[in-house]
């Protein structure tokens, strides 16, 4: 298996553009997990997908921030209006069922916003 | 609330010698645990796990951990550190029933030559 895939690996853009990201977790996984890496707060959840269903977004840090999943092999993460403070590494994790908590990450997508 | 404390932000060893990461957890369950790493500009590797099973856990590249209930620990060693060991480490605590990991704040392993 190709493992996680994540795209753009990374991403420039200007403050109040629009930045869209995007993941197709490992076939077969049923729980797809959005988290986002910042040097002053390290890894946080910010929401995950439970048979493309979103359960748990109380993560997500403001409206400016969605996420979908139309379907079991691709979801987005998206950023609108983006600012200077989103810039982070954004990592997309999946896994099992809940007989199983290991989680398989992504390379991650370094996101800059001038 | 579960929750996790990597006890040292950064811990520096010379090639050859042993690898101790410290970590405690605080959970209201029987939590499960792991320890990921992440090696510069690189996506998390689940280095091992620990589910209720054996105490004593066994990862990848000679690691491994051991849960101490009564300490609430779960600390990672390694008896010989690699100049490729040379990683950020992250201890875990999964949320019972919901699939959640409670990340630690890291550890930062250098090893020296």
């Known amino acids: 298996d190709a493992g996680v895939i994540q795209s753009p690996r990374h991403e420039v853009t200007e403050m109040g553009q629009e930045v869209t990201l995007r993941c197709k977790p490992i076939s077969g996984h049923d729980y797809l997990f959005w988290y986002r890496q910042t040097m002053m707060r390290g890894l946080e959840l910010l929401i995950y997908f439970n048979n493309n269903v979103p359960i748990d977004d109380s993560g997500m840090p403001e409206d400016r921030f969605s996420a979908k999943m139309p379907n079991a092999s691709f979801s987005t993460l998206k950023i609108q209006p983006s600012e200077p403070r989103d810039s982070a590494v954004y990592f997309c994790?999946?896994?099992?069922?809940?007989?199983?908590?290991?989680?398989?990450f992504g390379p991650g997508t370094r996101l800059t916003v001038l | 609330a579960q929750s996790v404390t990597q006890l040292d932000s950064h811990v520096s060893v010379s090639e050859g010698t042993p690898v101790l990461l410290r970590c405690n957890y605080s959970s209201s369950y029987s939590p499960s645990l792991f320890w990921y790493v992440q090696h510069p500009n690189k996506g998390l590797q689940l280095l091992l796990k620990y589910t209720s099973a054996a105490t004593l856990v066994k990862g990848i590249n000679g690691f491994e951990a051991e849960f101490k209930k009564s300490e609430t620990s779960f600390h990672l060693t390694k008896p010989s550190a690699h100049m490729s060991d040379a990683a950020e480490y992250f201890c875990?605590?999964?949320?019972?029933?919901?699939?959640?990991?409670?990340f630690g704040a890291g550890t930062i392993l250098r090893v020296k030559s």
């Open positions: 994790a999946s896994s099992l069922q809940l007989e199983t908590d290991t989680q398989y």
């Open positions: 875990v605590v999964s949320e019972s029933r919901g699939n959640k990991l409670v």
